[in-house]
């Protein structure tokens, strides 16, 4: 039950497919819709921390079903939102074939034979309809520091050592085993 109640939130998340568009779903077992395909342009929103792959470099990654299935559409161009920036990256399906790479994320049973596309091979550009959130760094503006007063420190931490009732200095070294008397102790 849990379950069905999560994907019913996620699937309000993605996005509502109007006249002349059509559903881009995963090819495999599940067939979840991950998009939509509209005029020469697939749009498909993403979560940067989920779905981009991290190493040895950050890329985006399609399988070759789908990029096949986009040609046979007639679609053109990819364009993926990064829902935690507002970051779009847009780039050609054919740039996948010729400047991508093979990937298999040690999971072809479940995904299939995928190519991937590093982020400097996108066009990047700010969505401008992004609200910020909370975790977005806020303006800077100097404060009023007229009423402050100075730090007043008082510390109560030893400021010498005293051994056997004389002061030692910090730089001498406390015998071991009593007084040290030309290198013989008593």
Known sequence: MTKNIVRQKNSKRKYEIKAGEFELCTFGRTGKRVGKISGDTVYKDVSRE??????????????KAALNYMREMGVIYIDVLDTDSGTHYKTTVQKYFDEGKYFDGGNVAKWGEQLKLTLPNFDQSRDPEYITT???????????????????????????????????????????????KGGKHE
């Open 50 to 63: 989920s779905a981009f792959l991290k190493y040895p470099e950050p890329a985006i990654a399609w399988t």
């Open 134 to 180: 909370h975790s977005d760094p806020q303006a800077y503006a100097p404060a009023d520091t007229s009423d402050v007063k100075p730090l007043h420190y008082v510390s109560h931490a030893p400021t010498g050592i005293t051994y056997n009732g004389v002061k030692v200095d910090s730089v001498k070294q406390l015998d071991m085993f009593g007084k040290n």
